[in-house]
């Protein structure tokens, strides 16, 4: 069992920064791949970014070049910086994890999360 616990979230105002961190409970999370998604109020939770074993990336489109996902092996842990943060950002942020090889943006395809942290952006 892996245990996600998200960290970092808060309030900023538009075109501010935030850096998330998910901090895992397993030494073997080094083979995991990560990821990061959202869900805003009233809206279903969708992908944000995901990270491989590899370093290999993949983000959703409407934050590329904005957010930046990250992960320290050695710590156990990954990041996402937000810059450039939007409104539309503000949602609750969950830090997942699967067991597999392969990046995927389904939420279905990720066995592990966090309980999330909020992130909200004031206009």
């Known amino acids: 069992q892996v245990q996600l616990v998200e960290s970092g979230g808060g309030l900023v105002q538009t075109g501010g920064s935030l850096r998330l961190s998910c901090a895992a409970s397993r030494r073997t999370l080094s083979t995991y791949v990560m990821a990061w998604f959202r869900q805003a109020p009233g809206k279903q939770r969708e992908f944000v970014a995901a990270?491989?074993?590899?370093?290999?990336?993949l983000y959703t489109d409407s934050v590329k070049g904005r957010f930046t996902i990250s992960r320290d092996n050695a710590k156990n842990a990954i990041y996402l910086q937000m810059n450039g943060l939007k409104p539309d950002d503000t949602a609750v942020y969950y830090c997942?994890?699967?067991?597999?090889?392969?990046?995927?943006?389904?939420?279905?395809?990720?066995?592990?999360w966090g309980q999330g942290t909020q992130v909200t952006v004031s206009s």
């Open positions: 990270i491989a074993w590899s370093g290999a990336t």
């Open positions: 997942a994890g699967r067991n597999v090889i392969s990046l995927s943006r389904s939420v279905s395809g990720y066995e592990y």
